[in-house]
């Protein structure tokens, strides 16, 4: 495709400091010494775009004296005065997102909603830039999509791994931003043009849109306080040339180029270059991991509650963990995208998707599959994705469509349309195919293009239909021949016979040769696996079978060799009795035995007999120094392991031995401390509820009163987050909670815990435990 | 680097006097390397020939009395490393554990070897908030190397962002070595107590 060349100006942080212009706050010199910023400017209005001096400006990051407005205003002004187009410069906030630290998606939104708001009549388009966290940069997309329509220049800044500092690629950050609707994409900052060359190479094999490229001058080194650039003039242009001939077409310099490497650049202004044009691919993403939806690929199923009772009361007692532990092994059974759906009765589904989808997002980087059938669940599911997730799903109804795919294009997804309408599933393959073709075009007029739309022909049981499954198979050749990938939920067909897996199995076979892309299935079903990893192998994708071999050299048979590996395999000796699996920390072992106990003994002759006295002698040789910490925790993951068996086969009665609230204090992330004492606890039969880290002061009082516990746990590392305690501890005491509140973290001692008016100090878990024990249950 | 050097430092970290026991040992096995792989160690480093203001107080004066220039340097393995810890620990607290002492680990041995082309002349290096220096006087040297450059951002508590991060500085023009000397946690120590330091490999 033929593109002109743009030119956007250079360094302006550099340039004051090159003129010797110190500022701490150099935003706020768009008003203080607005003649020293019209002045860089105008050095500059050889480049066909003027980005403001605004980088720094945003309520989180900026602490300047003037308002938001004030200072974008001006910087507006000045920027005029080159006599060129005026781009708005955003950098990032400077605070970390979550889930890496605590900043939400919602604050970083409002935050450049606000700087939307008073720029969108004054600019001639936005340049967002230096981004290194994928949540942050959409978060700032939707900002200005929400209130202006002028065009976005979106810029992230990679290493040397060809990774931003978060760990995203130049062709995921290619995949939303272009289904976000941005003008023009690339790299800025980072390193020097040469070291850029692979990350452009990158973006440019996959882009559809213009890419930008604006390099530092090299790396800079910092020299008493000074910031040094040492790359030439020659040596900055010679491979900014190279990539126009590549094919970018939007150039400028971003730290320590000068108005003479504009220059340079500016002489390219208008030169036509062609950018090649990659084919269009149905791609989804998490922020680190992208899947090109194409051959065949597995979708693990095992995150939606229908029909499976565990998953349902994790998602009634909001136990996040056990999603995420689900999401991991699905992960490490071969699933290359997740099926999320959170649809119980009773349950706030948005609310709980928003969870949801962040605690499995927390756990894997497996892209998701929202999957709601209400509108709302799906945005609470995809609007703080951090990627292109898939939604789950349409049909042909046309108010399902007029719905969800406002939803899919605001939000940059990828949508799987089902071939049924109002009217039920149609029996024959062209009917489903007319279906497929409505939801197509349909998705065309709200700006969703065909790469993006995914069609599931529908597989009915073949006990009640048999005649239609072949139909369904059908359809499929058929939606594939309209250039589109597919999907099926293969389980569905086997119900009500018996030996399900069989017809499973023969069934999946025929759908992948049929032209099914994504199966979405249970992963862990090691014969299921099996066979899409030999469909892969004798349809050609897994060339020379190197990722069949990998799997399965030396397997006895598929069954067992997709199944996970069972913990600590890898340790020689045997465990004999439960007594010893739970001492030796052996989850595995601890599983079988206690199954074997419950053969011949009573479940409490279990708990008091073997588990109880098992873990005394662990915490008498962890006191007296023979047995260390991950030793501990090791025994209590196996005393956990053995009373969750005990749980499955027997109610039990009551909530154990008591209830116990713990939190991370708000403000710290540090969370280790606190995850080690709940694993303690639970070994020895309490019930925790845990809260998580950076818990704000409210969640704790409403958990304190809604669970009634024994006793509350808070954590803090640092000495700076103990206020946070003592104000959660004030917060509980004002509610009239008398819970005894115990405190924990690196920095607390019997002091200090006292003084901010908790009850006990413990000095790690099993102390926590035996003070429980000694003083709250007489 | 070998993974071996490393098993010493992680043991210690872990509260094992010398050895550690059959079952740990396999654990550091198979975390090791997974962290070793989510690590993406970043450095950054300014030198000062005049002593910037902040240092200009003690413990620093007397930590770089008789240093001819100081080098600022923050680094860090990167937040892939701490989800990785937060997934392993989903998994098994143990391992979690075994992971984050490992990051720890790992994280301080980088960090040695590349001060090593700043010659043998230099001091250890010296991180604010030990040696009853103020932690919040990490936020200089940050500014100082541009530690947003490589990643690093500090909460409004003070602490920094990734978790397995560092900022200090090393003097340059004599050697020092580390020792308990106005540790806050002296009086307290676990490893005092049983006559060692958390700072032997």
Do not use: W
């Amino acid at each position: 495709m033929l593109r002109k060349v743009v030119v956007i100006d250079g360094g302006f942080g550099s340039e004051l400091e090159r003129r010797g212009v110190l500022a701490a706050v150099p935003e706020d010199l768009n008003l203080t010494d607005g003649e020293t910023v019209r002045c860089i400017h105008r050095a500059y209005s050889m480049a066909d775009i003027i980005t403001t001096n605004s980088f720094g400006l945003n309520r989180i990051k900026y602490r300047g004296k003037f308002s938001i407005q004030e200072v974008a205003e001006a910087a507006i002004s000045n920027a005029r005065a080159a006599g060129k187009q005026v781009f708005f410069d955003i950098g990032p906030t400077g605070g970390m997102m979550q889930p890496l630290g605590t900043l939400t998606f919602e604050e970083a939104f409002e935050a450049f909603s606000e700087i939307a708001a008073c720029t969108k009549e004054l600019v001639d388009g936005y340049i967002v830039e230096t981004f290194s966290d994928l949540s942050e940069l959409k978060a700032c997309i939707l900002a200005l999509k929400a209130q202006t329509e002028k065009p976005i220049f979106a810029t992230m800044t990679f290493d040397k791994t060809c990774r931003t500092l978060n760990g995203t690629t130049p062709e995921i950050c290619a995949a939303l931003l272009e289904n976000l609707g941005v003008s023009a994409l690339g790299v800025n900052c980072s390193l020097g043009p040469r070291e850029l060359k692979p990350v452009v190479e990158r973006f440019l094999s996959v882009s559809h849109l213009p890419v930008i490229v604006q390099p530092n001058r090299g790396i800079p080194t910092f020299e008493d306080g000074k910031t040094v650039y040492s790359l030439s003039v020659e040596d900055f242009m010679a491979p900014m040339e190279e990539f126009i001939q590549m094919g970018v077409s939007v150039v400028g310099g971003c730290c320590g180029t000068t108005p003479e490497f504009t220059a340079r650049l500016a002489k390219f202004s208008g030169k036509e270059v062609e950018q090649p044009e990659p084919a269009f691919e149905t791609v989804v993403t998490s922020s680190t991991r992208r899947v090109v939806l194409k051959g065949a690929r597995i979708c693990g199923e095992r995150l939606n509650p229908t029909g499976k009772k565990k998953l349902k009361e994790a998602l009634l007692k909001g136990d996040m963990d056990y999603l995420a532990r689900e999401a991991i092994a699905q992960e490490e059974a071969g699933a290359e995208l997740l099926d999320l759906n959170v649809g119980v009765p009773g349950l706030d589904e948005p609310a709980v998707m928003d969870r949801a989808a962040a605690a499995v997002s927390e756990a894997t980087d497996l892209p998701l599959q929202i999957d709601s059938s209400d509108p709302k669940a799906i945005e609470a599911g995809i609007r703080k994705y951090s990627g292109v997730p898939l939604v789950n799903s349409v049909n042909g109804e046309g108010a399902v469509m007029d719905a969800v795919f406002p939803l899919v294009k605001k939000y940059g997804a990828v949508v799987l349309g089902l071939t049924m309408d109002q009217k039920g599933v149609p029996q024959t393959a062209e009917e489903r195919l007319a279906i497929a073709e409505r939801i197509l075009s349909r998705a065309e007029e709200y700006g969703i293009p065909r790469h993006r739309v995914m069609i599931d022909t529908l597989v009915l049981t073949v006990s009640a239909e048999q005649p239609l499954v072949k139909e369904t198979l059908k359809a499929l050749t058929l939606v594939r021949n309209l250039g589109v990938q597919t999907a099926l939920g293969v389980s569905n067909v086997s119900f009500g016979l018996p030996d399900r897996p069989r017809l499973n199995r023969a069934f999946l076979a025929a759908a992948l040769q049929a032209g099914l892309t994504m199966p979405i299935m249970n992963p862990l079903d090691g014969e299921m696996s099996g066979t899409v990893y030999a469909f892969r192998v004798l349809s050609g994708e897994d060339v020379g079978a190197e990722d069949y071999i990998s799997r399965y050299a030396g397997a006895v048979s598929a069954a067992t060799a997709a199944a996970p590996a069972p913990a600590n395999s890898t340790n020689a000796s045997a465990v004999q009795s439960l007594s010893e699996a739970v001492r030796r920390g052996r989850k595995g072992e601890a599983r079988t035995l206690t199954e074997a106990e419950l053969q011949e003994k009573a479940p409490m002759d279990v708990v008091n007999g073997i588990l109880n006295p098992a873990l005394e002698e662990v915490g008498r040789l962890y006191d007296s120094g023979t047995l260390y910490l991950p030793q501990l925790i090791a025994a209590a993951e196996a005393a956990k392991e053995a009373f969750a068996v005990l749980g499955e086969k027997f109610e039990r009665k009551g909530a154990g031995r008591g209830k116990v609230v713990l939190a991370t204090v708000k403000g710290d992330v540090h969370d280790i401390g606190k995850n080690i004492c709940k694993v303690v606890l639970e070994s020895y039969g309490f019930e925790v509820t845990d809260l998580g880290k950076d818990v704000p002061v409210e969640r704790v009082v409403e958990a304190v009163q809604r669970e009634q516990p024994l006793c509350v746990g808070l954590s803090a590392l640092m000495t700076t987050t103990v206020p946070n305690m003592r104000s959660t501890i004030e917060a509980l005491r004002l509610a009239g909670c008398k819970t005894p509140v115990f405190a924990g973290g690196a920095v607390l001692n019997e002091e200090i815990a006292k003084e901010i008016g908790a009850d006990y100090y413990t000095a790690n878990a099993l102390e926590l435990v035996k003070t429980i024990e000694r003083e709250l249950l007489k | 680097m070998n993974y071996s050097d490393l098993n010493a430092l992680i043991l210690t970290y872990l509260g094992f006097h010398g050895k550690g026991n059959g079952e740990t040992e396999t654990l550091i096995s198979e975390v090791l390397p997974r962290v070793d792989q989510a690590a993406r160690f970043r450095r950054s480093e300014g030198r000062f020939t005049a002593l910037p203001l902040f240092l200009r107080k003690e413990p620093y004066l007397s930590f770089l009395s008789g240093c001819s220039s100081v080098v600022l340097e923050a680094v860090t393995l990167g937040g892939e490393v701490d989800l990785l810890i937060r997934r392993i620990s989903k998994e098994d607290m143990a391992a979690g554990v075994v992971a984050d002492a490992c990051a720890s680990a790992l994280l301080e041995t980088l960090a040695d070897e590349a001060e090593e082309p700043l010659g043998k002349e230099r001091t250890y290096r010296f991180c604010p908030g030990y040696g009853g220096s103020d932690i919040s006087d990490v936020k200089y040297i940050l500014e100082a190397v541009r530690g947003d450059r490589i990643g690093i951002t500090m909460q409004q508590c003070g602490f920094m962002l990734p978790q397995k991060t560092m900022a200090g500085f090393v003097g340059i023009g004599k050697t020092a070595q580390k020792s308990c000397a106005g540790c806050i946690l002296s009086e307290h120590c676990a490893y005092r107590k049983e006559g060692r330091v958390c700072y032997a490999k």
